[in-house]
């Protein structure tokens, strides 16, 4: 554990209305979670300092709780990312994570601590998801997800819904445009879709629009229950591709994007990749955003758009929890599962260890919470999640969990945070309020300043020797965990 957990006993939040023994009789009082979930969620808002972007309701929920703008994830793709912030444990990376946990549950004899929502579950919580909130809903596969019973959270959930309408599967609905078209799988070259949309007048004619419909239903009749409730939805956009109802995309069309920040390729032994998901699995018809500024610029205004997409469900499903009263007991949560290259780098995607990859929105906000709208700048990680949690509601710690709780930040904006773990396939990395280090499996080192305008477009790894030798030792004690 990087310190001593922080007791919900031994905490004095104005904001919690309800005791921390967790006892049948307490329980119907306790606060409610509502997570919100976003792939691929760069911290691309106004709120955390994108003046283009349009998110008045993400804004808003940021100026009612505490904005969290170096929140880093633990693994920059989506499966993995999943697992560290459902389970408060680094894992294994790639998006078979939480499979591979499942599969120890169901053939292992040794003890598999539970995931967060199981642990609310278990303590007296209504538990239900809804849309992609683990990387895989319903089960993994093809058209058959629902028909195999292969689940990535086995006892998670009392209910886990992903609608899918005219996409006709989990898989198709992930990776959809309008009009039913989906992404086939394994499809690096053939049959590709589009890399982005403007299309639709319903919201409903791109997918989000069922998953938060489905929330929605979900979240009323959860607030009319007496037993508190978990409920997670998670939004696909602005996963690739990028793809939006028609409206979304009028307010980016004629704006000004801000230059992209250091766009070249890094030099020396890096974290940067070919962009493959982008460059190689959907059609660009020539065109190449590294190579094209009026074409990159093109790419930037559709994800923008879907983060547009995104924000209005994110006020939709903050009007119904306010027009069920349940607002004034609920504990809401935004959460980006990781960053994502418009260009930095010269990287269009995720999977590196850069801070594009990394870097993304956390925003927690409680009832009646101290200092509401302030933002913290302290270094914190998505493991912290879970102990954070735990400590709102007033359940115990979990004492497995790698994460710490943000109790203090919660508390006092201004409160200082701690390192940041992460991890790829080839290497891991530690970011602290100045540096980020990496470490290969080659033994190769990156070490960047963050104090310094050339921030990651400059390693410095050779010339600070000692720096490279104190923050290995670190990160390769916090990887032991």
């Given at each position: ?16 209305c ?7 009789e ?25 003046d283009y972007?349009?998110?008045p309701n ?7 709780g ?5 929140h880093?994830?633990?693994?920059p793709?989506c499966?993995a990312?999943?697992?560290?912030m ?5 894992g ?5 994570a ?19 929502p ?23 596969g093809?058209?058959?997800?629902y ?11 009392d ?8 996409w006709?599967?989990?898989?198709g609905a ?26 639709g ?5 791109q ?10 239903e979900?979240?009323?009749n ?21 793809g939006?109802?028609e ?30 998901e982008?460059?190689?699995q959907?059609?660009?018809y020539g065109?190449?955003?590294r190579?094209?500024?009026a ?13 547009s ?49 990394l ?5 927690i ?18 493991v ?48 602290t ?16 300043d ?11 790894a050779?010339q600070f020797?000692?720096?490279v030798?104190?923050l ?10």
């Amino acid at each position: 554990m990087k310190r001593i957990l922080l007791l919900a006993t031994a905490i004095s939040l104005s904001f919690l209305c309800t005791s921390s023994a967790a006892t049948a009789e307490s329980r119907s009082a306790q606060p409610n979670i509502l997570l919100i979930c976003v792939d691929d969620l760069r911290p691309e808002l106004k709120s955390f300092g994108v003046d283009y972007i349009h998110s008045p309701n993400i804004d808003r929920l940021a100026a009612s709780g505490r904005a969290f703008h170096n929140h880093y994830v633990n693994a920059p793709t989506c499966g993995a990312s999943r697992y560290t912030m459902l389970t408060g444990l680094y894992g294994s990376y790639g998006n078979q994570a939480l499979f591979k946990r499942a599969e120890k549950l169901a053939s292992s004899d040794a003890a598999i601590p539970p995931s967060m929502p199981e642990w609310f579950r278990n303590n007296g919580y209504k538990t239900v998801s809804v849309g992609k909130v683990s990387h895989h809903p319903g089960g993994w596969g093809g058209e058959d997800w629902y028909d195999n019973n292969v689940l990535e959270m086995p006892g998670a959930w009392d209910r886990q819904l992903m609608p899918t309408g005219q996409w006709k599967h989990p898989r198709g609905a992930m990776h959809a445009l309008a009009h039913g078209e989906i992404k086939p799988i394994g499809s690096f070259s053939g049959n590709k879709i589009d890399a982005f949309q403007s299309e639709g007048e319903k919201d409903t004619d791109q997918h989000d629009g069922l998953i938060v419909d489905a929330g929605l239903e979900q979240l009323e009749n959860l607030a009319g229950a007496h037993t508190p409730f978990f409920l997670a939805i998670g939004m696909i956009k602005p996963h690739l591709p990028f793809g939006s109802p028609e409206r979304y995309m009028d307010p980016y069309k004629s704006v000004e994007l801000p230059p992209i920040p250091h766009p070249e390729k890094p030099e020396g032994q890096t974290t940067w990749h070919g962009s493959g998901e982008f460059m190689g699995q959907y059609h660009h018809y020539g065109q190449d955003p590294r190579e094209d500024d009026a074409y990159a610029d093109e790419v930037r205004r559709h994800y923008a758009a879907c983060v547009s997409y995104v924000d209005h469900h994110v006020g939709e499903i903050l009007a119904k929890l306010a027009e069920t009263g349940a607002d004034k007991n609920t504990i809401v949560v935004l959460w980006g599962d990781h960053g994502w290259h418009l260009g930095e780098q010269s990287i269009w995607g995720k999977h590196s260890l850069f801070e594009e990859s990394l870097r993304s929105p956390l925003i927690i906000s409680a009832p009646g919470m101290k200092n509401p709208g302030q933002k913290s700048t302290a270094v914190i990680e998505t493991v912290d999640l879970f102990p954070t949690l735990c400590d709102l509601t007033g359940l115990d710690q979990p004492d497995f969990a790698h994460g710490t709780s943000l109790i203090p930040q919660i508390e006092k904006p201004n409160a200082p945070g701690h390192t940041a773990y992460a991890y790829n396939g080839n290497a891991q990395t530690l970011r602290t309020d100045r540096y980020r280090f990496t470490l290969h499996r080659d033994g190769g080192t990156e070490l960047y300043d963050h104090t310094s305008s050339e921030k990651e477009a400059q390693n410095i790894a050779t010339q600070f020797p000692r720096k490279v030798a104190e923050l290995k030792q670190l990160l390769l004690q916090t990887a032991a965990r």
